[in-house]
């Protein structure tokens, strides 16, 4: 840990949704949920208005219609979510190359690294940052936290939200730590929580207590040796901006335990197109793909096959996820579920697929083919249309679709509504943000 607070973590807010509420004026100041829009789907981010009403990320969109009826259902648009992102990581990397993103919208910043980084001008040097990247992405705001170690910069990043700043002065993080959740330690998630619980332990001072034998013992040794360290706030992890990429994977721990296959396959499917997307943007392909489960009662497994050639396909890798999920127990309910990649390569075996396109793509953002052949409308999509202009998508069906036109840079637009055939119509590409 270090003697200064110069680890900055840096995370927009409400990311998607705040590019949709940017770039759509009518829904600005109103509750806005991105994610699946069907009945199946999950919540991928809710403005903070829809917050307020309980929705929140991972949830289930049927549950989020029940809380807030009211809000704005959009699927997503990555092209735009990825052009603001690249003004983020950009603007990061103007201050350091030690910059690293862990998603879109958030990342590791080393401001020691810049050599005019004064620590006891910290809120101004961050505040700069953050102003620029405001007036660069037309609105978007981040939260950030500044502290001696990675741990407690990402815990300050989450203490004054949104559009907050907050700086963890050397030598207090373990009396900051201490009255939280143990849930604030990343990695905590709801099963370990409730294992934690069940010995009596919910906040990080609680964590303190037993010894580092008996937290391995309750949790295993990597956890409890993590969790031992990180409860005193003992992290000495440097900001590293290039990794050698091993493996992809993605998982989940879920709130109550699902038995129910379907929907376990559902949730592989997702998981799947996940790791196809981070593959493909890393230039990389795997061989073997491992489904990893945990049951009710911890038992933890993982089953793994091994393709003829590497895949970047999320067909392919959800088909194989598939089977080996067949073949595991699932009637007494999954805690966690995983889907994962290895055995990369910079290269795809092509044969290993064929016709993947249309289930690669996105549950939320759903394929589009063009004016000339059939456009599967969705809300939330951008369109322009030959004598109105750039809209984007309110609601469709029954061969109709309804178009409000507006864009970041006008006021909010009129609504009409088309065939959804019309030849006037089409498909926009997400407009770009100059620096």
Known sequence: MRSTASIMHLDLDAFFASVEQRDKPSLRGKPVIVGGIGPRGVVATASYEARLRGVRSAMRTGEARARCPHAAFLGGRFDAYREASRIVMGRLREVTDLVEPLSLDEAFVD????????????????????????????????????????????????????????????????DILGPMQATAIPGVGPATAERLRRVGIQTVEDLRVPSQDELIRILGNSSGHSLWRLSRAMDDRPVVPFRETKSVSVEDTFEN?????????????????????????????????????????????????????PTDSAATLSATAKGLLAQSDVSNGLRLLGVGVSGLADW????????????????IEPETQGRRGPVRWYPGMDVTHDELGDGWVWGSGLGRVTVRFETRHTPPGPVHTFRADDPALDVRHAGTVEP
């Open 111 to 174: 401001l020691a690294d810049n050599p005019d980084f004064d620590p006891d001008g910290v809120v101004d040097f961050v505040q700069a940052i953050l102003t620029d990247i405001t007036e660069r992405t037309d609105g978007l705001t981040a939260s950030v936290g500044v502290a001696s170690s990675k741990l407690m910069a990402k815990i300050g990043s989450e203490l004054n939200k949104p559009n907050g700043l907050f700086v963890v002065p050397p030598g207090s993080e373990a």
């Open 257 to 309: 335990d699902i038995s129910d296959r379907s929907y376990l396959e559902i949730i592989i499917d997702r998981m799947a197109r996940k790791v196809a997307e981070r593959l493909r943007k890393n230039g990389l392909s795997g061989r073997t793909v491992t489904v990893k489960i945990r049951h009710h009662d911890f038992e933890t497994h993982t089953r793994s096959a091994t393709l003829v050639g």
């Open 348 to 363: 795809v075996q092509d044969d290993l697929f064929t016709d993947h396109d249309a289930e690669d793509e996105p549950e």
